[in-house]
């Protein structure tokens, strides 16, 4: 068995540890094709919660047997976060309701260090998530600029540069697209920003579901991720480089973070959630084992000297994206056979430089009007902008700045892709001898 075998056999058998993907829609099989926006989890999770509420539910804060197993298990959860992302150690996690919420507190405190006439870069390509809370400083009479993209939405490190020249104090970006796929290059955007005397608060959201991580590779310095994209529960992370904790100002935060970034935890929080996080890390963990009794190893890889547990949790995602470039090479050659389709991002002579996320127009329909007709016939694909908004209305003018989006991860596979375009040629002619009508 080679290693595109061996790849192909380990995820079409993770599709059996998810009992979601057996739903149908109208009596057709549904296909998952909005992973962007959150993925299925796992039976380990749905346990795991499960346990959880049978065994552990306890507050903080007391010697009771289950509130003290209950406190152990939210640092193990910390630490297998660390693992996942490549991170110091526990200490440098904090969970809380979602990255949206990391953005905000990151946002929050650092700003409260900036003076009026300071500067922050944001970029054209990001999340709102990472754009809106930054936009607020300019209330302060703190300078916001736009890093922008070229017209394939490519960060323009030409216009970066010009924007560290204006000694920003801190840079804000995605480490990939949750519109066109596209991977940022976050190392260099990072000892760019680093050269210019700049912190950088990265959004991993996207990423983390497709790529290995790696924070301190990367030299980020604040970084926030969802769980609820990584196979989990609704619920997030942020992650806190140790050696700029002295950057973050509040009241009595300083004290408290010469310990752990744990004061971001505010009041009590989401356990069950955490504990199906665990559940979803023993997934990867699986997925692992998985992929290494099918021949595939992570040797002559960065994981191959890593601890065990960074290894088996960071290595399933290593497995998951050689395999996911099958999927992308695969949609986009279908996709090229559409007449009248407009992609964004990333060709497929550039595959290997984004993710299986695929957002594209077809000419002469409108983006809502296909995006219903597909999800009547079963398909979960999103439309509109995914909170992109910059990005979308610099790339799909003629389409008002939405886009149909197809997002894939691991569980999905190349017949459902084939099936997708199957009906997607079906919804095209019944839309196209609508509109000619």
């Not at 992609?343 to 002469?364: C, H, M, W």
Request: with cysteine.
């Amino acid at each position: 068995m080679n290693n595109q075998q061996a790849l192909q056999k380990t995820f079409e058998h993770a599709r059996t540890y998810f009992p979601s993907l057996g739903n149908s829609y109208k009596g057709r099989p549904v296909l998952f094709f909005d992973n962007s926006a959150g993925a299925q989890v796992s039976q380990f999770v749905i346990d795991r919660v499960m346990d959880y509420y049978i065994h552990r539910n306890a507050q903080k804060g007391t010697i009771f047997a289950r509130t003290v197993q209950m406190q152990q298990t939210i640092v193990e959860a910390r630490q297998l976060a660390a693992d996942l992302i490549g991170a110091t150690d526990h200490t440098e996690i904090a969970f809380g309701q979602n990255a949206t919420n990391f953005f905000h507190l990151f946002a929050h405190h650092l700003g409260r260090d900036l003076h009026e006439g300071d500067h922050i870069v944001i970029t054209e390509a990001d999340h709102h998530a990472n754009v809106n809370p930054w936009m607020e400083l300019a209330e302060r009479g703190i300078h916001v600029h736009l890093w922008h993209v070229d017209e394939q939405g490519n960060l323009d490190f030409d216009h970066y540069k010009e924007l560290l020249a204006l000694k920003p104090k801190i840079i804000a970006a995605g480490w990939a697209s949750n519109a066109t796929g596209t991977i940022h290059d976050m190392k260099r955007i990072t000892e760019m920003a680093h050269e210019a005397g700049a912190l950088v608060v990265a959004d991993g959201v996207q990423a983390a579901s497709h790529l290995t991580m790696d924070v301190n590779a990367a030299g980020v310095d604040f970084a926030a991720f969802s769980t609820y994209k990584i196979f989990g529960p609704h619920m997030g992370f942020g992650y806190v480089n140790r050696d700029r904790l002295e950057r973050l100002e509040g009241w009595c935060i300083q004290k408290e973070l010469e310990k752990d970034s744990y004061f971001f935890e505010v009041g009590s929080q989401n356990h069950e959630g955490i504990e199906g996080f665990i559940g979803s890390m023993e997934y990867l963990t699986q997925l692992t084992k998985d992929a290494e009794g099918n021949g595939l190893t992570l040797d002559g890889t960065p994981l191959a000297n890593s601890c065990s547990t960074r290894k088996e949790i960071a290595g399933a995602m290593h497995f998951a994206h050689l395999y996911e470039q099958q999927l992308t090479d695969h949609f986009l050659a279908k996709l090229a056979e559409v007449e009248g389709v407009v992609l964004y991002g990333k060709t497929a002579e550039q595959s290997d430089e984004r993710l299986p996320v695929f957002s594209f127009n077809i000419a002469g329909i409108e983006t809502d009007t296909l995006g219903c007709a597909l999800n009547d016939a079963g398909i979960e694909a999103r439309t509109g902008n995914y909170l992109a908004i910059n990005l979308m209305k610099r790339l799909a003018v003629p389409f008002g700045g939405n886009a149909l989006r197809i997002s894939l991860v691991h569980y999905n596979t190349v017949g459902e892709i084939d099936r997708f375009f199957n009906i997607l040629e079906k919804v095209l002619k019944e839309l196209n001898t609508y509109v000619h009508q």
